[in-house]
């Protein structure tokens, strides 16, 4: 089960927070008088008879009272309460103790709280402690001269200081040679009193010398390497730079030539307008020709053929001989039943015969006028 507070068992005067929420919304419960809520706690593994109950009673928020209950802000901590444990189910005895609280209105809470057993800095594995020897018999007391012996002491101000000897490891003893370099390490940092580190105590020499001084390995030719790979990022940015100025330029002239696209389609769709303005002034101008040319021809014809000479007889064309036939078949007539007849042309206005008859009707004379 978790724990919802960890206190050093026989703790006393604690004060802790709990939570409680509405039993219809859920939502943090407010206005719990001390006197409405009933509290029961049980330490860890007490029988029935070990089961605590009471009820809460008052209390100033941040001040303990054993039992005491308080709410600890109603508008910005809604639902929070503060409660003093009794003293009692903290005692030394059991590893945990569960209070649970209950109230009208409010979903029933259960606060876990662990008791972890008090330190006693007296004695260590059952052993008194004394001054040199903090930690029992675990660890022996030697001297730190001793081959890895190790030492532990406490100072008068209650600080705890190691000490360590170096002169031996598993026995064997550690020395300036090659096989003690850690060591004459340790010696040379520890072993004055203002020790000086020095990065070129050793200088390099041999194959290591050769490689760091190598005219296509070594640091200069490496320094020559960087510098080119500098120079090269160099011409690449200034070639990015360049490739983006040539795209927004490009870019610029396909919008151009989108425009001069729809400029032409514009002209095109113009000239197309204007061809089928042309094709029907065409259309017109042939209907006004032809009408023209027939009107023109049909004069042409019919004022060669009405005109001719001699077209009916001789010195008579056919327009002279149709007037005379429209005066005499439909013209007007006057004078009939007499010896002089008068006949209109189809105008009625012209006099085209004039003609003399006798008694039987038959013309004697006859005067044309076509």
């Not at 030719?221 to 080119?228: E, Y």
């Amino acid at each position: 089960m978790a724990y919802d507070q960890i206190y050093a068992a026989d703790s006393e005067s604690k004060l802790i927070e709990v939570m409680v929420r509405d039993s219809t919304t859920g939502a943090g419960k407010t206005g719990l008088a001390y006197g409405s809520v009933a509290f029961a706690y049980v330490r860890e593994g007490a029988a029935a008879a070990g089961n605590v109950t009471a009820t809460c009673v008052n209390m100033t928020q941040g001040t303990w009272t054993t039992k005491g209950w308080i709410e600890v802000d109603a508008t910005n901590q809604k639902g929070v309460y503060q409660f003093g444990v009794p003293n009692a189910a903290l005692a030394v005895g059991a590893k945990a103790v569960t209070i649970n609280f209950q109230a009208s209105g409010m979903i029933d809470k259960s606060v876990r709280i662990l008791l972890d057993p008090p330190v006693d800095a007296v004695k260590i594995g059952g052993t008194a402690q004394s001054a040199g020897r903090d930690l029992g018999t675990v660890l022996p007391a030697v001297s730190p001269t001793v081959a890895g012996g190790l030492a532990i002491s406490q100072e008068v101000n209650g600080g705890v200081w190691i000490q360590v000897s170096l002169l031996g490891i598993n026995g064997t003893e550690i020395d300036t040679d090659a096989a003690g370099l850690m060591a004459a390490a340790f010696s040379k940092l520890f072993n004055v009193a203002a020790p000086v580190l020095t990065a070129a105590s050793v200088n390099q020499s041999g194959d290591a010398y050769a490689v760091v001084n190598h005219a296509t390995y070594g640091n200069s030719a490496l320094h020559t390497d960087v510098a080119d790979v500098h120079t090269d990022v160099g011409t690449a940015l200034t070639n990015i730079a360049d490739l983006h100025t040539d795209v927004g330029t490009a870019i610029a002239n396909i919008a151009d030539l989108h425009t001069d696209v729809a400029d032409v389609h514009t002209d095109v769709a113009d000239v197309h307008t204007d061809v089928g303005t042309a094709l029907t002034n065409v259309a017109d101008l042939h209907t006004d020709v032809g009408t023209a040319i027939t009107q023109t021809v049909a004069a042409t014809i019919g004022a060669s053929v009405m005109d001719l000479a001699n077209g009916v007889e001789t010195g008579v064309t056919l327009r002279q001989a149709m007037r005379l036939i429209g005066a005499a078949v439909a013209g007007k007539l006057s004078g009939a039943g007499t010896t002089a007849e008068t006949m209109k042309g189809l105008g009625g206005t012209t006099t085209r015969i004039v003609a003399t008859v006798d008694s039987s009707g038959n013309r004697t004379v006859v005067t044309e006028t076509p």
